[in-house]
């Protein structure tokens, strides 16, 4: 589950949005394939023998019709694989072919994160990019999600931020927090309500279910993956289900395993932890900011000056903008301000492109997945309790808790440890998925760390060190250590 600052570091176009398949006799989808089939047909069978491929931009609503690469085709899979013949969904699924067939190595699967986020695109959105050497060896296979995009999309407006009734004039303080979490549970258990058969079924276990009909749809004895942020969740428990199904695996900027109530609290000491290194930066440079030499002389500054939340946790990259700001609100500057956000935060994205559906699907992973919070009281609690642990990073206190209401029990995959070739990522500074969680799943399901020195999240494919990538994917060399990230500016 990501959280207010997310960072998505690879969007897509307006023409890429996912919208259902077509379904016209004209433009009729790809030969979907029957689970008795898929059963009864061994790996290593050739995949023309049950897999029709065809252009996506041919049949997939809302696709780019510039793209003649990419080709889509449909897997039946069942909604509760403890009922294998009863209801199925559809998993969407598209490929861009290995460009030097002499030397393909086999197939990547990618996914960008999320939950929630169609991944469906991610190969034609990177095969010209940061994949391009990697796509000269494998087939770069996209897919959505159950509950995503194409594959058996959940509708839920009712999550859209718009959706939500506005707190009641002279509702204050807590009692204005517990309306808002009390109104977002309420709409979450109506959403899930529609089709609770679907919705409890939203988990990693089975979306690593659903990779596995891929594989063996695909024809391959191993896959090869490729992911960040939540994807790292679907990655671990995909090879903890399936290990010696894997090939190689990459994972970057990593979920804590289990996904419990402590990680929140590791997320806020990870941004306090990120200001005291900006008042540090800010000490070094007194003759330019003239806050203090010390970082405990700036550290009294900042925090004495009036409503500056949001410039005291600004990442690495911001911090000279932020510093001249504070600056400027100490020296009576006016200073532009920040439009407001909506009562009840979601994560941006999914309200806007979403209508709140992406949210409806966030809610369903975490809470099936984890023992997170599900009760109003305990989170004001464990938040109070932070704020003086934290006295930055702690401030904004209880929000809308995710899980109060949703309606099924949680239901964690169990990780283990395996032999295949496994590289990790983590980003040293970061404050969504924390450089703890990555130490975590290290001891959790074992494999190299890779640690970039910035605070950005998933940023790996933007810097040179991306190389390590490439070497791990096409040679199979582990990496570990660290690697410079996106650098902090120098005044």
């Not at 979490?181 to 276990?205: F, G, H, I, M």
């Not at 609100?329 to 920040?338: H, T």
Request: a neutral charge.
């Amino acid at each position: 589950m990501l959280v207010e600052g997310q960072r998505l570091p690879r969007q897509r176009s307006s023409q890429q949005r996912h919208v259902p398949w077509r379904t016209d006799p004209g433009a009729r989808p790809v030969k979907a394939i029957a689970l008795a089939a898929l059963l009864l047909v061994s790996p290593a069978q050739a995949e023309a023998d049950t897999v029709d491929w065809k252009l996506c931009a041919d049949i997939a609503a809302g696709w780019d019709t510039a793209d003649r690469a990419s080709e889509c085709m449909m897997i039946k899979v069942p909604v509760d694989y403890g009922k294998p013949n009863g209801r199925q969904i559809d998993i969407a699924v598209s490929r861009i072919k290995a460009t030097e067939p002499a030397k393909r190595k086999g197939v990547l699967l990618l996914n960008p994160g999320g939950p929630g986020i169609p991944g469906i695109t991610e190969p034609v959105l990177h095969a010209g990019t940061y994949l391009k050497e990697i796509n000269r060896y494998y087939d770069l296979i996209g897919f959505d999600t159950r509950g995503v995009g194409y594959s058996g999309k959940t509708f839920c407006p009712e999550m859209d931020a718009s959706k939500f009734p506005p707190t009641p004039p002279g509702v204050t303080g807590k009692a204005a927090v517990q309306f808002r979490s009390d109104a977002y549970a309420k709409n979450v258990s109506a959403c899930a309500a529609k089709d609770p058969e679907l919705s409890r079924s939203l988990t990693a276990a089975n979306a690593a279910r659903d990779m596995d009909r891929i594989r063996v749809a695909l024809g391959e004895q191993k896959i090869s993956y490729q992911a960040i942020s939540w994807g790292s969740a679907l990655g671990s428990a995909y090879r903890s289900m399936f290990d010696n199904r894997v090939d190689r695996m990459l994972l970057e900027s990593l979920m804590a395993p289990g996904q419990n109530n402590e990680d929140d609290d590791d997320q806020v000491a990870a941004k306090e932890r990120l200001f005291n290194l900006f008042t540090k930066w800010i000490a070094g440079r007194d003759q330019v900011y003239h806050f203090g030499k010390t970082a405990e002389e700036v550290r009294s500054a900042l925090l004495a000056l009036p409503n500056v939340n949001s410039l005291l946790r600004a990442n690495r990259a911001r911090w000279a903008e932020s510093a001249k700001a504070l600056a400027d609100i100490r020296d009576g500057v006016p200073v532009p301000q920040a439009a407001p956000k909506p009562e009840f935060p979601g994560n941006g994205w999914s309200n806007v492109e979403q209508y709140g559906d992406a949210e409806f699907v966030i809610v369903s992973f975490a809470c099936n997945d984890s023992s997170a919070n599900r009760d109003f009281e305990t989170e004001w609690q464990r938040a109070e309790q932070l704020k003086v642990r934290y006295p930055v990073a702690g401030f904004y206190g209880a929000g809308v808790v995710r899980c109060q209401g949703w309606p099924f029990p949680a239901n964690p995959t169990k990780l283990t440890k395996g032999r295949s070739a496994l590289q990790l990522v983590g980003h040293e500074f970061e404050t969504n998925t924390v450089i703890k969680w990555a130490h975590q799943m290290q001891d959790t399901i074992g494999g190299p760390l890779l640690r970039v020195q910035d605070d950005v999240h998933s940023s790996l494919s933007e810097l040179p060190c991306w190389e390590k990538a490439n070497d791990f994917l096409i040679n199979g060399r582990t990496s570990t250590g660290t690697c410079p990230g996106a650098p902090i500016p120098n005044n």
